[in-house]
């Protein structure tokens, strides 16, 4: 049985884990692993399943919040350029999960295929997008998909087809321990009409989010047929502070944060919008970030 020492040159311990996020808050993880391509991150996945040893994938940390008192067992990322490939043949697109959304958004448009700008602005790693089935009001990325090729948590490699996957707003049924690549079949469009739609939606997004700010993803799912910003906002809530945390006075689904920051700011304000919603609304807000 192999050990996690095999692994040393790519592992380092107790590494604070702040910086891979984008609230850059969050203590460390007790082993970082960095596996260099997909046969190694197969390797290390196994080496961690026989020796019993927790694992948490890590992509872009756009939608993740890290406690201070950090997390135990091996946190992995595989986010270099072997996890990232991207390949267009005609209608086809082959994916690693490790490649940013954008990557994917742009690498779809300059080949005149159309569906993806829709996804323009949206911050990650195409595997964390597909996990949570990454979206707007004009589309999500599932809805796209063809095939996803996963590790299990014993490090075994599969394919899920299309008719075994299941999309919904912010939810996939992939709940395997990683995503590994996707494929993607998208229709042919009017190159001057997909850059119009794009650059159209990212004007919007810039009007209306807290871009300038170092900030995460939405905090909460909308309700069904509610807006989770509303919310918060008609409950008097924009611009509330707690510690180095605020709810962005843009829009109020967004938390910044300012220097000094810690992630148990972050879960106060959670909290208490939450709180305030099911006491002025009836609304339980389900939280859409990830927290460690």
């Known amino acids: 049985m192999s050990s996690i020492e095999d692994f040393s040159d790519i592992i380092r311990r107790d590494e604070p884990l702040a910086e891979y996020t984008w609230l850059k808050v969050g203590g460390p993880a007790q082993y970082f692993i960095e596996p260099r391509d997909p046969d190694e991150l197969a390797r290390v996945v196994q080496c961690c399943h026989a020796n019993q040893i927790p694992v948490r994938m890590l992509g872009g940390g756009s939608n993740l919040l890290v406690r201070d008192e950090g997390v135990g067992g091996a946190v992995i990322r595989a986010n270099g350029e072997a996890h990232a490939e ?5 209608n086809t697109i082959r994916c690693g999960a490790g490649a940013l959304l954008s990557n994917l958004v742009s690498s779809s448009v300059r080949a005149g295929l159309a569906g993806m700008e829709t996804l323009v602005g949206i911050p990650g790693t195409v595997g964390g997008a597909l996990h949570g089935n990454a979206g707007g009001r004009n589309g999500d990325i599932g809805q ?3 095939s996803v090729t996963v590790l299990t948590a014993s490090g075994e490699q599969c394919t899920r087809m299309e008719d075994e996957l299941t999309f919904a707003y912010r939810f996939s049924s992939i709940d395997d321990l990683c995503i590994l690549d996707a494929t993607f079949a998208l229709p042919d469009g009017d190159p001057n009409e997909i850059v119009q739609r794009m650059r159209k939606l990212w004007i919007m997004k810039k009007a ?8 995460a993803g939405c905090m ?9 910003g509303d919310l918060i906002e008609q409950a008097g809530l924009k611009g509330t502070r707690i510690g180095a945390a605020e709810i962005s006075d843009r829009h109020a689904n967004f938390v910044v944060t300012h220097e000094g920051i810690s992630s148990a700011d972050v879960l106060r304000l959670i909290d208490l919008a939450k709180s305030k919603a099911s006491e002025q609304f009836g609304v339980d807000l389900e939280v859409e970030i990830e927290v460690w």
Not at 86 to 90: A, E, H, Q, S, W
Not at 208 to 215: A, E, I, N
């Open 86 to 90: 991207i390949t267009v043949d005609g």
């Open 144 to 146: 796209f998909v063809k």
């Open 208 to 215: 209306t989010q807290p871009l300038s700010f170092q900030s």
């Open 220 to 228: 909460f799912k909308n309700p069904r047929g509610l807006s989770a």
